[in-house]
C-alpha cells in the first residue's frame, strides 16, 4: 500500500499530470452520464413502442373473441388463445367474462371455468371498460375490455409480451455506447494531455527558472507570450528577479565598495587578502601588504571643510590606483593585480600578490610617495600632502589578513615618526613594543581611574637673586609595580590612545586647585600646566579652562599655560583663535622646548605669548657649542623684540645660570634651584624663598 501511496504522490508532484488525470476523469464521467441519459431515453422509447404493440394485440383479441364469448364457445376461444400464444412476443394470455370467471388460459389446455381473475389490472380494466398496462419484471401486462357489438361489456382479455427484445436492444446499445466512449477516449485523452501540457508549460518554465534564481544565477528571464495570467506571471517574475538582482548588487557595492573613493573597502581588502596569502602559502611565492596614511590630511580635511576633503581622498585614490596600475604592467602580464583599497578616514591599504624582492617594494613604495607629494588642485587650491607607507611581506611577516595589516600599520607608524613621507617595513621588534604599548595603555586607563597620578612642582626663579617667582606642575604616575614613572614614559601612550584628555583636564584642575589653596595662604605664585596638543585641539578648550578656573577660584593671571612649539606652528590661526579669549581674562601663555621646532619667524611675532621656554638641551650645550649658544642669544633678542619673558630651562650649573644672566633671561627652572617635587617639599621651598627675599631686603 505504501509504495503504491508513494507512487502516486510522485505521480502527482506533476501539475500537468495533475491536470491530465483530473480531465481523464471529467471525460470519463461525462461519458459514463451521458451513456446512462442515453440508454434510459431509448429504453423509455423502446418501453412505448412495445406496451403500444402490446395493447394493439389486446385490443385486437379482444375484438376477435367477443362473439365467442357471447356464443359461450369455450373451444374456439382456447383454439384461439392458443394460436394467439405462439407468437413469440407474447408468453401468456387468458380471457375471462364480464365477472371475472376465467374462460380459458393459454397455459392450460383445459378450459378453467368457475376461477376467478385477480389480476388487479383484469379488476381496473373491466371496472374503467378501459384497456389497462402495467410492466412488471420486464413484461408488459396488458387487460382489454371486451365488447360485444353492441357495445356491451362481456369480458376482458389478459395478455403478458416480454421486454427480451428491448433488454436485448439495451445491451447492444449500451455495448456500442461504450465502444465509441473508449475510442473517443483514445483519442482524446492524449488530444488533453497535450493542451494540458502545452497550456501549463510555462508553469515549468518559471518552476525552473525559481529553481535556478534560487540555486544558481539570478540571470534567468522568461519568455511567455500567453495572453493570459501566466504571463503577467512571468512578467512580474522577470521583474522580481531584475530587482532583486539590482538589490543584491547594491547590497555588495555597500558591503564591499568605500562610497568615497570606490575603491574596495576594508572587507573586501581582507578577504582579498586572505585569499591571495592562502595561495601564497601553497605555491610557495611572496607577496606585499602596504599600509598607506596620509600625512597633515586632517589639518587640510579641518580647513577645506568635509566635501572638498572627500574630493582630495579621491584623487588621492586615482594616483594610487595609476601607480598600482603602471607597477603591475611593468611586471608583465604574469601574475595577478595588485589591489589598491580604502579602510577609512585617510587610511589606504595595497595588496601585491606577487613580488621578487624587498627593493622592488622599496620602489614601489617610493613612486607613492613621490605621486602623493605632487601638488593637489582641490577648487582652484593648491594642496600639499605626504604619505606614510608601511610594508609588511607575506607569508614571512604573517600570513593572515589581520596580522599582517597589523604589521604593515606599526611598520607605517615608524614611517611616520621619522617625520612623514617615507616608507618602513615590518620588523618584529615593532610588534614586541607595540605589544608594551597595548599593556601600558590598559594600564594607563586604571591609573586615571584608581588616582594614580600626582603632581609635583617645579620652581622657576628670577634669575637675577634666585627667588621664586613660580611653579610648573609636572605628572607623574604612581606606577602599582614600577614605581614613580615621568611623563615620558606614559604621555605618549595617552596622546595615541586619547586618554590625553582625561588626564590632561585632571591635571589642570589639581594644579590650579593648588595654586588657589597656596593663594588663599599667601602663598601666590603662578602656576604652569603643560598641554598636550590632542587637548589643546579639543573643541571646547578654552571654555573648560575658564570653567576649571572659576571652579577652583584661582584668578586667571596666576594660570600659565605651556605650548610646545610644534604645537603653536601646527596651524596658528587656530592657535590665535584658542589663546586670544583666555588671554582676554588675563590667563598667560608659554612656548615650551621653544628653538626645537622650526618655527617660522615672521608667524611667531604674530603669536599672541607672553613667554619663551629655552628648551634645555640649548641650556646644556651652550657654554660648549657656539652654536647652541647664538641660538640662545637669538631666542634672547626675539624676546626682548616683543617685550616677552623668558624662562630658561634645565639651568643645572652656576656657570649656566651666570652665562644666562648674562644675556638677559629672565628666569631660571632647573635642578641648580630644585628638582620637580610633592607640594608640600615645594611649599617649603616656596616659603624659604620668599622668606630669604623679604629677609635680604629689610637687611
Ligand atoms: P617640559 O614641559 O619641558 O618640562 C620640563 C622637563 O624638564 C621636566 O621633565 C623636568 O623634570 C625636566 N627638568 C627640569 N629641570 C631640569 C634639569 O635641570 N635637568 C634635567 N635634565 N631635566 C630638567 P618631566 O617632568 O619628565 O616632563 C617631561 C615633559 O613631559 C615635559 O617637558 C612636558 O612636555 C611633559 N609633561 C609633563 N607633565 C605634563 C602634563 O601634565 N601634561 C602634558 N601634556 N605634558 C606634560
Ligand atoms: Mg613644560
Ligand atoms: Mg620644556
Given amino acids: 500500500m505504501a509504495p503504491l501511496h508513494s507512487l502516486i504522490s510522485r505521480f502527482m508532484r506533476s501539475l500537468t499530470m495533475k491536470f491530465t488525470v483530473m480531465t481523464a476523469f471529467l471525460m470519463i464521467a461525462t461519458a459514463a452520464l451521458l451513456m446512462v441519459i442515453e440508454n434510459s431515453s431509448d429504453r423509455q422509447e423502446h418501453e412505448a413502442v412495445l406496451i403500444e404493440r402490446a395493447g394493439m394485440q389486446a385490443q385486437l383479441l379482444a375484438m376477435n373473441v367477443s362473439e365467442d364469448i357471447i356464443a359461450d364457445d369455450i373451444d374456439r376461444l382456447q383454439a384461439r388463445i392458443s394460436r394467439f400464444t405462439e407468437r413469440a412476443d407474447i408468453n401468456e394470455a387468458f380471457i375471462a367474462d364480464a365477472r371475472r370467471q376465467m374462460l380459458v388460459h393459454s397455459n392450460t389446455a383445459d ?30 401486462h396488458v387487460a382489454a375490455p371486451i365488447y360485444s357489438s353492441a357495445g356491451r361489456l362481456t369480458g376482458v382479455v389478459h395478455t403478458q409480451s416480454p421486454m427480451d427484445e428491448l433488454v436485448a436492444a439495451g445491451r447492444e446499445a449500451l455495448k456500442r455506447h461504450m465502444l465509441t466512449a473508449v ?25 525552473n527558472a525559481a529553481r535556478t534564481a534560487s540555486s544558481k544565477s539570478l540571470d534567468v528571464r522568461l519568455n511567455v507570450k500567453t495572453g ?88 588621492v585614490a586615482r594616483r594610487l590606483r595609476e601607480i598600482a596600475r603602471g607597477f603591475d604592467l611593468s611586471k608583465g602580464t604574469q601574475g595577478e593585480p595588485s589591489m589598491v583599497a580604502r579602510l577609512g578616514g585617510d587610511e589606504f591599504t595595497l595588496l601585491v600578490p606577487h613580488i621578487e624582492s624587498s627593493a622592488e617594494m622599496a620602489r614601489f613604495a617610493q613612486q607613492i610617495i613621490n605621486a602623493v607629494s605632487r601638488p593637489f588642485d582641490v577648487s582652484g587650491h593648491q594642496v600639499f600632502l605626504g604619505i606614510s607607507v608601511g610594508v609588511a611581506v607575506f607569508p614571512q611577516d604573517g600570513a593572515e589578513p589581520e596580522s599582517l ?22 620588523e618584529q621588534s615593532m610588534n614586541e613594543s607595540a605589544f608594551e604599548r597595548l599593556v601600558l595603555e590598559n594600564e594607563l586607563r586604571d591609573a586615571v581611574k584608581n588616582d594614580q597620578l600626582t603632581l609635583f612642582y617645579q620652581p622657576k626663579v628670577r634669575m637675577n637673586d634666585g627667588v621664586i617667582a613660580g611653579s610648573e606642575a609636572l605628572v607623574r604616575w604612581n606606577h602599582p609595580t614600577s614605581g614613580l614613572l615621568a611623563p615620558g614614559h606614559f604621555i605618549e601612550a595617552a596622546e595615541e590612545s586619547g586618554l590625553i584628555g582625561e588626564i590632561g583636564d585632571w591635571v589642570l584642575r589639581e ?14 605664585l603662578p602656576a604652569a600646566v603643560n598641554v598636550s596638543a590632542m587637548q589643546f585641539e579639543r573643541p571646547g578648550f578654552a571654555d573648560n579652562v575658564l570653567e576649571t578656573l572659576e571652579q577652583t577660584g584661582l584668578p586667571p593671571e596666576l594660570l600659565e599655560i605651556e605650548l610646545t612649539e610644534s604645537i603653536a606652528m601646527r596651524d596658528p590661526q587656530r592657535v590665535i583663535d584658542q589663546v586670544q579669549p583666555l588671554r582676554n581674562r588675563g590667563v598667560k601663555f608659554a612656548i615650551d622646548d621653544f628653538g626645537t621646532g622650526h618655527s617660522s619667524l615672521s608667524y611667531l611675532t ?64 632647573g635642578y641648580l634651584f630644585s628638582k620637580p617635587v610633592p607640594a608640600e617639599d615645594f611649599e617649603s621651598y616656596a616659603r624659604a624663598s620668599l622668606e630669604d627675599d623679604v629677609a635680604a631686603a629689610s637687611a
Fill in 111 to 140: 378450459p378453467v371455468h368457475s376461477s376467478l381473475a385477480t389480476d388487479p389490472l383484469v379488476v381496473m380494466a373491466l371496472g374503467s371498460g378501459e384497456t389497462r398496462f402495467e410492466i412488471r419484471d420486464d413484461v408488459v
Fill in 183 to 207: 475510442v473517443a477516449m483514445l483519442i482524446l485523452l492524449p488530444l488533453a494531455a497535450a493542451l494540458v501540457y502545452f497550456s501549463l508549460r510555462p508553469i515549468g518554465q518559471l518552476t
Fill in 228 to 315: 493570459d495570467e501566466l504571463e503577467v506571471l512571468a512578467n512580474a517574475f522577470n521583474r522580481m528577479l531584475s530587482r532583486i538582482d539590482s538589490n543584491l548588487k547594491r547590497i555588495h557595492r555597500l558591503a564591499y565598495v568605500d562610497m568615497i573613493t570606490e575603491l574596495p573597502n576594508r572587507e573586501r581588502f581582507r578577504k582579498e587578502v586572505e585569499r591571495v596569502t592562502r595561495k601564497a602559502v601553497e605555491e610557495d611565492t611572496t607577496g606585499a601588504v602596504m599600509f598607506l596614511d596620509l600625512d597633515r590630511f586632517k589639518r587640510v580635511n579641518d580647513s577645506l571643510g568635509i566635501g572638498e576633503g572627500d574630493r582630495l581622498l579621491e584623487m
Fill in 405 to 426: 595589516l597589523r604589521h604593515a600599520d606599526l611598520a607605517m607608524a615608524h614611517a611616520k615618526d621619522s617625520g612623514g613621507n617615507a616608507m618602513h617595513f615590518f
Fill in 511 to 524: 594644579a590650579c586647585q593648588q595654586a588657589a589653596a597656596w593663594a588663599s595662604e599667601g602663598l601666590i
Fill in 606 to 669: 604674530r603669536m599672541p605669548f607672553d613667554v619663551f621656554k629655552i628648551d634645555q638641551s640649548f641650556v646644556r650645550s651652550m657654554s660648549q657649542d657656539p652654536h647652541s649658544r647664538a641660538v640662545v642669544d637669538t631666542i634672547l633678542a626675539l624676546a626682548k623684540a616683543l617685550k616677552l619673558k623668558t624662562v630658561a630651562e634645565g639651568v643645572e650649573t652656576s656657570e649656566q645660570l651666570a652665562a644666562l644672566r648674562e644675556e638677559g633671561a629672565t628666569l631660571a627652572q
